[in-house]
């Protein structure tokens, strides 16, 4: 009889590409955005198209501080009216400092992937989180600098991948690092047709369970995607 791989407790892990909060809600609807992320209490939140362009007040702390206080940011897009990126942040702290890579792809838009090892109570876990290009070369060469990054034991990888087809997909790129992986459709989210947006493990890793949140549709034009991953 084969057994059973035996799991170690869970972490909750959410990636969510809060993209349009700033035009479905031009006042940018920091209430609603929170409440999604408070309602499911995530450990490490990954936060794509964080964009304080225009505004006065500090989104990029005033989001992290929805989940704790251990957070970096990459601010891909740095300008005198503010910057656009992406943020993790954790309720744990860092095992050692996070690394931000540049995952740019020539004259394309700026591309960042933050690596941070994160010291669970399950034991140290390694988040990548990022948010890849539009045209399918752009995310092939961003997927392998991405599984170039996966170099740790206990690993996921997550964010917005704008991946959708299998030939050249980051998929197909990650499966060797990567093969434990969510299958939600999150975008457009009020008919979520694709699946954008993903959270990876390595083979170690098991999505004990995985959801989204329709609530979210209010807020952006991506769903969130939500995992308990726990690893044998």
């Known amino acids: 009889m084969e057994r059973t791989p035996r799991v170690t407790e869970t972490i909750r892990i959410m990636t969510w590409n809060v993209h349009g909060t700033f035009n479905l809600n031009p006042d940018f609807d920091f209430d609603g955005v929170s409440s999604i992320i408070r309602k499911w209490s995530p450990d490490v939140v990954a936060l794509q198209e964080v964009d304080s362009r225009g505004r006065k007040d500090d989104v990029f702390g005033m989001l992290a501080d929805v989940v704790g206080e251990h957070r970096v940011a990459a601010r891909s897009i740095a300008t005198e009216d503010g910057d656009y990126g992406q943020v993790l942040i954790s309720r744990w702290p860092f095992a050692a400092e996070p690394v931000v890579t540049d995952v740019s792809y020539q004259e394309r838009e700026p ?53 959708w087809f299998w030939v050249m997909s980051v998929r197909r790129v990650l499966a060797a690092r990567c093969p434990v992986r969510t299958r939600l459709r999150t975008f457009p989210s009020r008919l979520p047709m694709l699946r954008l947006d993903r959270i990876y493990a390595t083979s170690n890793g098991i999505m004990v369970k995985a959801w989204t949140d329709r609530a979210a549709r209010a807020y952006s034009d991506h769903l969130p995607v939500l995992a308990d991953v726990g690893f044998t």
């Open 111 to 163: 591309r960042r992937a933050i690596s941070a090892a994160i010291r669970a109570p399950i034991g140290e876990v390694t988040v990548v989180a990022t948010h890849l290009g539009l045209s399918m070369h752009e995310r092939y060469a961003q997927a392998r600098a991405l599984a170039a990054l996966v170099d740790a034991p206990r690993t996921v990888v997550v964010g917005d991948f704008n991946d």
